[in-house]
């Protein structure tokens, strides 16, 4: 989803620019690239695409309101949070490039990515390592929260946060968002939590050298 620039003051379309500029910047510095294997790489870049289709399937109900799978949850599993806020940032570079308002998308280009990228990885990344130092190293464990739950939670930070800006910002009513939006969120953190739960229980079955978060050695127990 691109927010409307001209919802929003220059000086926060500015901050959030230079704040998504040097998170990315963070990102370059912090991951660990020469450790990169053929199929990590290979795996990144696949889901990268797999998630720009799905972004293709959105509905749109309100100028800034539009409503699709994020794909934050499954990139950060697979790819690591360094790689996911990359691979989000380029596609939401691109989703702008091709928007009918280029000027606009790439002017509240930071505040869009920090809404849909930043806060569902962060999310996902931090239950992540709650899980790893409070729960037992469990496949079941990993599956259910950090992918399912993850996922499910993601979207509905994304959507709250999305909802709480254009509140306190008189962007739209509050009754308009309670009982008109954020339900909407709601019914999308299913469909994302169903779609990120299967394909990373796919994976970590048939292909766990593609999902960064997930070592047989630390999930995967022998009696």
């Not at 990268?48 to 950060?76: C, E, Y």
Request: glycine residues 4%.
């Amino acid at each position: 989803m691109l927010l409307p620039a001209e919802f929003f003051s220059s000086s926060l379309l500015i901050g959030s620019n230079l704040a998504a500029l040097w998170l990315l910047g963070y990102a370059v510095r912090h991951e660990a690239w020469s450790s990169l294997t053929p199929v990590e790489t290979r795996s990144w870049l696949i889901y990268t695409l797999a998630v720009l289709i799905s972004w293709q399937w959105q509905a749109s109900v309100n100028p800034g309101i539009s409503f699709h799978l994020l794909g934050a949850t499954l990139l950060t599993l697979i790819a690591g949070p360094w790689r996911a806020l990359l691979a989000m940032a380029a596609l939401l570079i691109l989703t702008a490039a091709f928007s009918p308002q280029v000027s606009s998308a790439f002017s509240s280009l930071g505040l869009t990515f920090l809404l849909t990228a930043v806060l569902p990885i962060a999310t996902t990344q931090g239950l992540l390592q709650l899980t790893q130092r409070r729960l037992p190293h469990n496949y079941f464990i990993y599956i259910f929260i950090n992918a399912f739950a993850a996922a499910a939670l993601s979207m509905l930070i994304h959507g709250i946060s999305l909802c709480v800006l254009y509140a306190l910002l008189a962007i739209y009513s509050g009754d308009f968002l309670l009982n008109s939006v954020l339900p909407v969120y709601f019914l999308m953190a299913w469909p994302e939590a169903f779609i990120t739960g299967l394909t990373i229980s796919l994976l970590v079955v048939w292909s766990p050298g593609t999902v960064s978060s997930f070592k047989d050695s630390q999930y995967l127990h022998k009696p």
